[in-house]
């Protein structure tokens, strides 16, 4: 008995140490959704009627490119009187030659004055208008860049009558067309489809390999195409109790928009050349060398 106990305790041991490892990529494939990085509803800054519309629906669109226009016919002819003021020369030659004439002036009252050919009131006079005439200038040139600031904002006024797409992407839907009146409603719906997101719930298990920066395979369900790597840009931090799971985004290069937003995918740790996974389970603990195993005797029961 003693020894069929102590060849079941040896084997135990050796099977420990010979069971491979378990591999957290070993796991099937998850399944996951292929969205937009992000989406826009696009509106207006300002109340008014549409008077054109650039793009329709499906047509890729630049960061800046113009999406429709508003109308703008108070606005344009703001900017036209704006541009004429602060363009205007007029005002600002008159205070300069006014102000150069006073100077001369005040020069030819000193001399004069040291000569003793004129009063002192003369002289303060002269430094009076002199005084005046500095200051006028001074004023036309603040005017000037008041009006040069007036041009600018009224620009910017004009500026909020064009409709233009905040970034890089795709019309993924157009709400209002031509002669409809603008007010708290969106106008387009802009999708970022280059990179694309992709959200994929994780067991627990999985949680010490995935990690910001990590790479995942990915398998579009799509006809024609090919797996493709995406890399880990955001882990959750609180792990779900009840279902054991957590939630990773991945970010997916598209370059020139080939693939499209909304495809299912599968999702997997891509294998790794030796062990086959990134971190491995530890082997189970293996019995000292020169130990030996003493097993306890069975008891005997007595003899009647």
């Keep these: 008995m003693g020894r069929s106990l102590l060849a079941a305790a040896v084997l135990l041991i050796q099977s420990a140490q010979a069971a491979p490892p378990s591999a957290p990529s070993a796991q099937q494939p998850l399944g996951c959704l292929i969205e937009p990085f992000s989406v826009s509803d696009l509106g207006s800054p300002v109340v008014g009627v549409i008077e054109q519309v650039h793009v329709e629906r499906g ?4 960061a ?3 999406l429709a226009t508003l109308r703008a016919d108070v606005e344009r002819s703001s900017v036209s009187v704006a541009e004429g003021r602060a363009q205007a020369q007029g005002e600002l030659r008159a205070a300069e030659a006014n102000a150069e004439l006073a100077r001369q002036k005040l020069a030819r009252a000193v001399d004069l ?7 002192a009131q003369a002289l ?42 905040p970034s890089n992407g795709v019309v993924a839907d157009r709400f209002m067309s031509v002669g409809e009146r603008v007010e708290e409603r969106p106008m387009f719906r802009i999708a970022v489809i280059d990179p694309l997101r ?13 990690s910001r920066g990590s ?4 398998t579009p369900e799509f006809p024609g195409a090919e797996p493709r790597i995406a890399k880990v840009v955001l882990v959750d931090k609180v792990i779900e109790g009840a279902s054991n799971t957590f939630r990773a985004r991945l970010s997916l290069p598209n370059a020139g928009n080939k693939l499209p937003a909304g495809l299912r995918c599968k999702a997997e740790l891509p294998k790794q050349d030796g062990a086959g996974a990134p971190h491995p389970v530890p082997r189970a603990p293996s019995a000292p060398t020169g130990v030996k195993l003493q097993v306890e005797p069975t008891p005997r029961a007595p003899r009647l």
């Design 64 to 66: 800046g490119q113009p």
């Design 59 to 62: 047509d890729p669109v630049r």
């Design 113 to 119: 004055a040291r000569q003793e050919f004129i009063s």
């Design 198 to 210: 992709i959200e994929v719930v994780l067991p627990a298990s999985l949680y010490p390999v995935v």
């Design 124 to 165: 303060e006079q002269a430094r009076a208008e002199a005084l005046v005439a500095e200051n006028r200038l001074v004023q036309a040139r603040e005017q000037r860049d008041i009006y040069a600031r007036e041009h600018e904002l009224a620009r910017a006024q004009l500026g909020l009558r064009t409709i233009r797409s």
């Design 215 to 218: 790479e995942m395979r990915i």
